[in-house]
């Protein structure tokens, strides 16, 4: 059992869950994820570790509630508990003085994408970050990512904070510039945002580097469900990624695969309000 | 029994039959099929033994069960000293009882099979098994020894690691089993279907091993929760029994479409997670009305099946060779036949076929023909040319098998391994570390579930003799 130090709301269904996880808070590295199951019964959920503190024996978790099964784990109050949390998985991000590099954040992927940008400004590159969301409110981490970057950039498409429209445009701005093109891009968010960042430093040969988080079970590599194409080759995202080079991603077949229980979803959801209400 | 039978009334016994539930009926639930013996039919078969003084039968099997003694005891009527015998020599016999191919180990050596049928010996070890855990307050008190003050480490809950451990903690030893997921049993639980190894059979012999002092700590995969050389500094000696690692790809268009599921994926979602099985299980499953299993062993029989169960109106086997050469277990195949499911042999993929969501609608095939022998002994498949055709499927599953799990030996770089990954371990299995044991399929590749235990009971007893000496 895990027990739950803290949980806050951050921005609409989006919370921050500190849990208390000694051995998982002890071996995790940026870009490392674990798989949650709340209670007996329940799904097993891959979950990028936000931050985690090895003194205090704690892991954080940036969990959006968009799912039933993610709604009732945000639903655990402090002092409640997980009963499982497994990991930390996958191979943690390769860290490197690349200079000047971008870090780019879409929704509840700007979570994930923190420890990873705080670790890239600790190995002494220049971070410009660039944030986007529908609106104001998804906007997260701002001041957190602040305390690092040389410039946070936010984007939304409704215009009500930052630039209106997609972290894409401020990142083509970047690129356009030799003064400010990045020499490494790490895009985290939505599939076609990743897409959309991946295309757009294809022409500049600029590394990309994505997070991705397709459908997995036992996340140590004996389902074979998380695999995606890479390069032409089906690679395994627990245990050779999660994170891959973006411009040999196949983001399409990843997309169609995410998709593959967004009908037993909808009706899960379904019928836990009606059993709700 | 008060009277002793002559050899030649033991002689004019018929091998007595499993009764099983019907076809039809089971072929849509997940029944246990088989539903054991009557205590009658399990007294009379036990009278069959007729006692040789060879023994073929105990050679025949990797855990090298008493077998004649627990026979003889059985036949005598006398079930907790029969139980008590078995529970020694195995670990898991509710298990063994169930999924062992008897018929390729202690029943193909039974003198009785050479002039007639073999004793049913794996039908009368699970009568005694679960006998034995229904029947609790009749069973002898186990007496531990005293504790060694030796600590083991076991990598994995599955057949192997739980036979270790139980043979390790029976010998005095502090066992801590780590096991990744979360739950025990390893292949048992998310591997073997519910209608064929219940999960409550797995508990039961779980707790019986929890009761010897073993303690079992989920959630951990060695090689990213702790690594090897933290649990070599924490414990006296390690037995690794991770098991099997990612599913071996077909590399055929079309393998990344919706529908398409590696036998292990498949299984887990049903087995462990309970999907379309258990009512309220959140973890879903595509139940495909035509659904096509590629492969020929004991996985490929349990997807099969287990598709059967779920609703398909056609569950087929494609094999490329001719059902004479398919890997699995005999009774396995006729289960499959009876429930229903098409065997279209002598068939190959050639890619997997989409529709323009990108879901599966066909598996596109080449009838074969069988060669020349090649390098395993048993006859190539060669493509017909011209033979090509599309079946209808909405889901495809592979079952080919896995290839070796990296986790753990990512992080013990000095660990020695075969070329394909695999632990490099002797016949006791003890490997290039010193105190590091291994066996079950992260040494073998994909085996059976009664070699990983036999390998678990010879590692146990290295080990033993490894800490006398230590």
Redesign the interface.
Known sequence: MFEVLSNTVIGPSLHRMVIRAP??AA?RKPGQFVIV?LAE????IPLTIGDANMAEGTITLFIQAVG??TRMIVATPVGGSI???????GKPTHIERWGRVACVGGGVGTAVLYPLAKALADAGNEVTTIIGGRAANLIILKDELAAFSSKVLITTEDGSMGRKGFVTMELADLLADPATCPHAVFAIGPVPMMKAVSELTRPQAVPTYVSLNPIM??G??????C???VGGE?K?AC?DGPEFNAHQVDFD?LF??L???RE??AA?CRLKEQVKS | MTTKLTAKERMAIARTHMPELDAVVRSRNFEEVNQGLSLEAALQEATRCIQCKNRPCVEGCPVGVSIPEFIDRMADNDLPEAARILQRDNALPAVCGRVCPQEKQCESKCVRGTKGEAVAIGYLERFVADWAMANPDKMPEISLPASTGKKVAVVGCGPAGLTAAGELARNGHKVSIFEALHDTGGVLRYGIPEFRLPKAIIDSEVNRLRSYGVEIEFNVIVGKTITLPQLRDEFDAVFIANGAGLPTMLNIPGENLKGVYAANEYLTRVNLMGAGRIPGATTPVIKGKNVAIIGGGNTAMDCVRTARRLGADRAMIIYRRTEKEMPARLEEIKHAKEEGVEFIMLTAPLSIVGDKDGWVSGLACQKMELGEPDSSGRCKPVPVAGSEYELPVDVVINAVGTNANPLLTATAPDLSLNKWGNIVANENGMTNLEGVFAGGDIVRGGATVILAMGDGKSAAAAINKWLAGK
């Open positions: 051995r998982i071996a199951r019964g329940e799904e097993r039933a099964s009963r499982d949390i497994a990991g930390p998985l079970i036992d140590t590599g004996m389902c074979g469900g695999r995606v194409t089906s395994f245990v077949n169609a695969r998709g593959t229980y037993h979803e899960d």
